[in-house]
């Protein structure tokens, strides 16, 4: 045993274990790769408790770990302690909560195959099968069901959250969303107020909003049996820049006309992705319950509505109908792999309304260039029923969108780091240069998705908006979510280059 491996019940993995260089490797991003002093696989709440008491101890910084698909690296730190609840896997029904329990390790696919098997209902969780729960949850959570049921966040009625008092002792508190709760505040804070930030999560629980029977088949929405999935593709060798504007103020134009909660067309979201030229083609796509009235005809006037006045025909308009457990968790859907790459840059947006003319012909030159670029930027409808909730009523603020955007480039060499993060950063500027190069919450944006962290947000020279990344990624919640933070982990232990900060004392990396 060496001298930094503690005496714990959880699995402790030093670095002259062989299976250290793995762990350590775990992460999504391989632009981070942490140099800790000891991974610690914990099982259990106990076993979190545990392993906490003995970092705090000894002076050692905590770092969690769940399913490791982190963008930017806040999972992965130097020295200290890094522990992986990405053994902590049960998915289960509590009768006593009336409400499904999910430690943070259950990856989404997983999550989705379990509550669809044994009682048919889902979660309007994310596409990222391989992604844990854990961070996920607590960032925000959305996807191609949130238009029809709300976000993730919402269905979030208790958690347990290991926190750290005053003197340095670690414990396991249970905060729920009744409003005479002692700790309701804790639970607030986790309805979007980032991983990482507050404790560790060991579990948590979901219910409907609103629900009142105790058969969990009517606790949760009933998960769709039949899934329609339509694409529609151009070719950048036909394509001008004429009509790329035109489809996507089609695409957007769409959305702002059809995102209000518990409208028909609510029922159905899309994406537009737009890769550079040297990527062959951009794509439009659909995806609603086939088992809603009307799901092909909306679809098709969602193409429809997309192609108007578009001179340059699509090479590819279908649209296929698959089993929905089968499309949401067959091979591959969560492997980073197919990204292109290992290494990794992401930024985000929340959008109110469309983009300018100005804002997509900037775009557009950025694609359209004779050297190839990994970058590409993806619209995914948001809206719907997310928008039903205040934005006080979670931490998630951002309840005015119709959209989220994503500007992603990956990559394998290390070499070219700088080469794919240059570009992305110049993509992005140009976008918002209107608002000092980042989506400034307005009457067309609405700052930034936590889930999608970047640090860029930190720094004046990719910021200079003057718009702190704190209100970027809370609106107006973030002092709310500070005076969390001071009452829950006094000490900072658990902090990160995004973390949010207590309010009497200066960020502390």
């Known amino acids: 045993m060496t001298q930094t491996q503690p005496k714990l019940a959880a699995a402790v993995v030093t670095a002259d274990d062989p299976r250290y260089e793995v762990a350590v490797r775990c992460g999504f991003n391989q632009r981070f790769v942490s140099t800790v002093d000891y991974i610690c696989y914990a099982s259990n709440t106990a076993e979190v408790v545990e392993a906490v008491d003995a970092a705090v101890a000894a002076g050692k910084r905590v770092t969690v770990r769940s399913g490791g698909h982190g963008y930017e690296g806040t999972g992965s730190t130097e020295g200290g302690v890094l522990l992986d609840l990405s053994t902590m896997t049960d998915v289960d029904f509590d009768h006593a909560r009336r409400a499904f329990s999910t430690q ?7 999550t989705y195959r379990t509550l669809y098997k044994r009682w ?10 391989e992604v844990g729960i854990g961070g996920h949850l607590v960032g925000g959570g959305f996807g191609p069901l949130s238009r029809r049921y709300g976000a993730l966040v919402d269905y979030l009625c208790a958690i347990e959250v290991v926190v750290v008092d005053e003197s340095g002792r670690a414990s396991a508190i249970v905060a729920t969303d009744d409003p005479d709760d002692p700790h309701h505040e804790l639970w607030w804070a986790h309805t979007g107020g980032g991983g990482g930030n507050f404790g560790v999560v060991t579990r948590y629980w979901l219910r409907q909003p609103g629900a009142l029977s105790n058969d969990p088949r009517e606790l949760l929405p009933r998960a769709p049996v039949k899934w ?7 070719s950048w060798d036909t394509m001008t820049e004429r009509d790329f504007v035109r489809i996507m103020r089609n695409y957007t134009g769409w959305f702002e006309r059809n995102s209000a909660p518990g409208s028909r067309a609510a ?5 537009f992705c737009a890769t550079h030229r040297s990527g062959g083609v951009f794509t439009v796509g659909s995806l609603i319950d086939d088992d809603i009235p009307d799901a092909e005809r909306l679809t098709n006037e969602f193409f429809d509505a997309v192609t108007d006045g578009v001179e340059v025909g699509p090479v590819t308009r279908r649209h296929d109908v698959v089993s929905w457990l089968y499309f949401f968790t067959h091979a591959n859907r969560g492997d980073h792999n197919a ?6 840059k992401l930024k985000s947006a ?16 950025h694609l359209d260039t004779e050297n190839p670029k990994s970058i590409f930027f993806m619209f995914i409808g948001y809206g719907g029923q997310v928008n039903a909730t205040a934005p006080d009523a979670t931490a998630a603020a951002q309840r005015s ?4 955007g994503s500007f992603l480039s990956s990559w394998w060499d290390p070499a070219e780091d700088d080469y794919h993060i240059d570009n992305l950063r110049a993509l992005y500027r140009d976008v918002y240069a209107d608002t000092g190069g980042v989506p400034v919450p307005n009457e067309r944006n609405e700052g930034a998705y936590i889930n999608y962290p970047d640090r860029d947000l930190t720094d004046p020279q990719w910021n200079r908006s003057g718009v702190p990344w704190s209100t970027l990624y809370y609106l107006d919640n973030y002092p709310r979510l500070q005076r969390v933070k001071q009452r829950y982990d006094p000490r900072n232990e658990f902090r990160h280059v995004l973390s949010i900060e207590p309010p009497s004392t200066g960020r502390n990396p």
């Open 267 to 271: 029922n159905l979201t899309g994406f």
């Open 350 to 365: 929340y959008l109110r309304k469309g983009y300018t003319e100005a804002q997509l012909a900037r775009a557009y030159r």
């Open 228 to 234: 329609r999935n339509g694409f529609l593709m151009w």
């Open 120 to 129: 048919g209902v889902t979660i309007p969780a994310g596409e990222g099968t």
């Open 104 to 110: 943070p390790g259950a990856r989404i696919g997983d």
């Open 401 to 404: 969108s119709i959209l989220k």
């Open 339 to 344: 990204l292109g790459g290992s290494r990794f």
